[in-house]
């Protein structure tokens, strides 16, 4: 298994460089398969849809059809894909943050009653505003 930085996953998403989204395609779509799948950590993921939010403005639906993307390629790993998912589902419906959509996931799946948290914007079910 080989792990997967997030420039690969950008330029794979986004075919915005002829030279590296070519490569990146290669890589993902015939160098990896199911049998040897490439590891995608929670850390690219996050920085995935950072870097989507923040470098090509991409809304919620647009990270959240990405996030689905990454999930759905059987020659991916993605890290607490379970996880992932509610944080995608969570988006989709507009209740926050990716960030914080996979926050509260990652904490109800550590056994979390709740999350804390200072933003009162939030409509994540799992965070408690204090």
Known sequence: MKGLDTSILIRYLTQ?????SLRANLIVDRNLSSQ???FVSLVTIAEVAWVLRSRYKATGQEI?????????????EVQNEQQV???MLALKAGEGTFAD???CA???WAGCSS??????SSRLPHFEVV
Not at 16 to 20: E, F, L, V
Not at 115 to 120: A, Q, V, Y
């Open 16 to 20: 915005d460089d002829p030279i590296q």
């Open 36 to 38: 040897t799948p490439g």
């Open 64 to 76: 959240a059809t990405a996030m689905e993307r990454i999930l759905s390629c059987d020659s991916l």
């Open 85 to 87: 998912y509610e944080a």
């Open 101 to 103: 959509a996979l926050i």
């Open 106 to 108: 990652l904490g109800t």
């Open 115 to 120: 999350t804390l948290t200072f933003d009162s």
